[in-house]
């Protein structure tokens, strides 16, 4: 299949915004610790067509996390990761054979109220960041993540309770990211969703993404793990805010 610079759907102005909220969205993401995974979806959901979102946002924050991963693989914490990833085979797996259409309300209400409570309710026993916690919290993330691209938020909120080092609250998350996001090419794929298509603004959006993963962990040495940890606590309510404005709003609990 020949491979074009844009597929059809996406103007050169349009391509070069998005690129450039890639490069800020990674830097938000790099220092303080998540929200720019989720802020570009929004971004990319205002231009992009509905089908491609999930798909090509997947792809793009499998190559921004694991820029970041590699870049900060001496700080990973690799116990967690080792239970983490056969989470993301049996989540996945049972994502692929399902396809099932989760309600947007439910995922929204779920992950919002479960990120509020891990932020400001009592810390979780010991036992929920052992291995089987781990490969639990791995394995419902991720059969979600191939539904709604938003479970980031939540990998981010379990993880941050593990460690106080700013560095390997941001490694150990961007590398739990990037296998969460790996299957995602192979179930879109069989799916039916023309990658090729969207190819080259991949790649050009991972690229930017990579530069400001640079720049966002040059600016995470300045800051203090206490400062870091608020910061993060705030961003993360005010994404689970977010999915519970969208939950009410699409069930009119708002009106």
Not at 158 to 175: E, L, M
Request: aromatic share 12%; hydrophobic share 60%; charged share 5%.
């Amino acid at each position: 299949m020949e491979l074009t610079l844009l597929p059809d759907s996406l103007s050169g102005p349009v391509a070069a915004f998005l690129l450039a909220c890639s490069v800020l969205t990674s830097m938000i993401t790099a220092s303080l610790g998540a929200g720019g995974g989720v802020l570009l979806l929004v971004l990319m959901a205002t231009w992009m067509p509905p089908a491609a979102i999930i798909p090509v946002h997947g792809m793009i924050q499998l190559g921004s996390n694991g820029g970041r991963a590699l870049l900060t693989r001496n700080q990973v914490d690799w116990q967690v990761i080792a239970a983490f990833a056969p989470g993301v085979v049996v989540g996945a797996g049972l994502g692929a054979w399902l396809l099932v259409d989760l309600p947007a309300p439910v995922w929204q209400l779920t992950i919002g109220v479960f990120v509020l409570y891990l932020c400001w309710g009592p810390p979780l026993p010991r036992a929920s960041f052992g291995k089987p916690g781990i490969f639990l919290a791995s394995g419902l993330t991720s059969f979600v993540s191939l539904f709604v691209g938003a479970t980031g938020p939540l990998v981010a909120a379990f993880i941050k309770q593990i460690h106080v080092d700013r560095f390997a609250t941001v490694a150990t998350f961007a590398t739990a990211m990037t296998l969460q996001h790996a299957p995602k090419a192979l179930v879109f794929s069989v799916a039916g969703f023309v990658f090729p298509e969207w190819l080259a603004f991949i790649l050009a959006m991972i690229a930017c993404g990579f530069a400001g993963t640079w720049l966002g962990l040059h600016l995470l040495r300045s800051l203090s793990n206490r400062w870091f940890h608020r910061t993060f606590n705030l961003i993360l309510t005010l994404l689970a805010l977010r999915l519970l404005w969208q939950a009410g709003s699409a069930t009119g609990w708002w009106a």
